[in-house]
């Protein structure tokens, strides 16, 4: 069993001050929506994502304005949820300001960098936030556990991470590290969803079907990164992520909560009076796009 680091202690550790997101709280039982067991409802979900977006508009503005850093690290299990929860997070604020890191494998060149390297140029600069889907704890994960990487190799960086973290945080960086949670009934019900959905098949990866009979040697290997990562300056958050929606909605809340942010003070708009008709448009002719819907 993983250590769980969502308890009092991870809160002690990952304690920030609170701002106004103070209200963000979590699930949509926070509005009156569903009680956390249930079912939840699609109109309570989109009543608290909106919600939920409404904040991380007030944080966006906030974090440009002061110039903070802001790193966010997702990691999980194949199909526990990493993109649609960074979807989530990010589909009403601006990719100027939260930016997605997806890195594909490293090339020919990369593989003879010092590890780590090729994540350093894409840390946040004053006014960012950066979301990495996968990070450079592919190093304790995939590659350990799939053999890209020799059993000493893995090791060495188990003990390293934990100081490059903290001259990260020492530079000004708020670092938040998720990893969302799923059963194996629940993975494998998601891995064949992406077989017979044409919309999701580009998800399904060889690797993953590589990795989905080692579970066990996924969970071992999580297991030894909590112990040797679970820093008091960058703890790791874990997020059960049977539930889509709800993991989701709690995700957001604890960012909301972790990153401290006031809603500046927001200037009246008014759309200036229009003047029309002074210019005729010439009749140029344009290829418009068939119109089948």
């Known amino acids: 069993m993983a250590k769980k680091t969502d308890g009092k202690k991870g809160e002690r550790k990952g304690k920030a001050k609170k701002g106004s997101g103070d209200a ?24 608290e994502l909106k919600r939920l977006h409404v904040e991380l508009v007030k944080l966006q503005q906030w974090v440009v304005a002061k110039g903070l850093k802001v790193c966010i690290v997702f990691e999980g299990r194949d199909g526990a949820g990493k993109g649609g929860t960074i979807k ?5 604020v601006s990719p ?4 997605v890191i997806a890195l594909p494998a490293p090339s020919d060149r990369e593989k003879t960098q010092m590890y780590g390297q090729r994540y350093l140029p894409h840390l946040p600069a004053a006014g960012e936030v950066v979301i990495f889907d996968r990070s450079w704890y592919n190093r304790a994960g995939v590659e350990r556990v799939m053999g890209f990487c020799p059993e000493e190799t893995a090791q060495r960086f188990l003990k390293t991470v934990p100081n490059f973290e903290q001259l990260m945080i020492s530079s000004g960086i708020i670092l938040l590290k998720y990893w969302l949670e799923v059963s194996p009934e629940e993975q494998t019900r998601r891995l064949k969803a992406r077989i017979g959905d044409g919309r999701k098949t580009w998800k399904l990866s060889p690797m993953d079907v590589k990795s989905y009979d080692r579970w066990d040697d996924y969970t071992r290997a999580r297991d030894e990164m909590f112990a040797a990562t679970d820093s008091s300056w960058a703890p ?21 909560k972790h990153v401290p942010y006031e809603a500046l003070p927001a200037a009246k708009v008014k759309l200036p009076k229009r003047k029309t008709g002074r210019y005729k448009a010439v009749d140029f002719p344009f290829k418009y796009v068939p119109e089948l819907y």
């Open 24 to 47: 963000a709280t979590t699930g949509a039982d926070a509005s009156g929506g569903a009680e956390p067991g249930k079912a939840l409802s699609n109109k309570d979900y989109d009543r």
């Open 236 to 256: 790791w958050f874990v997020a059960r992520s049977e539930d889509k929606k709800r993991v989701r909605l709690n995700v957001i809340s604890h960012i909301l």
């Open 88 to 92: 989530a997070i990010t589909e009403r």
């Open 96 to 99: 100027r300001v939260f930016r």
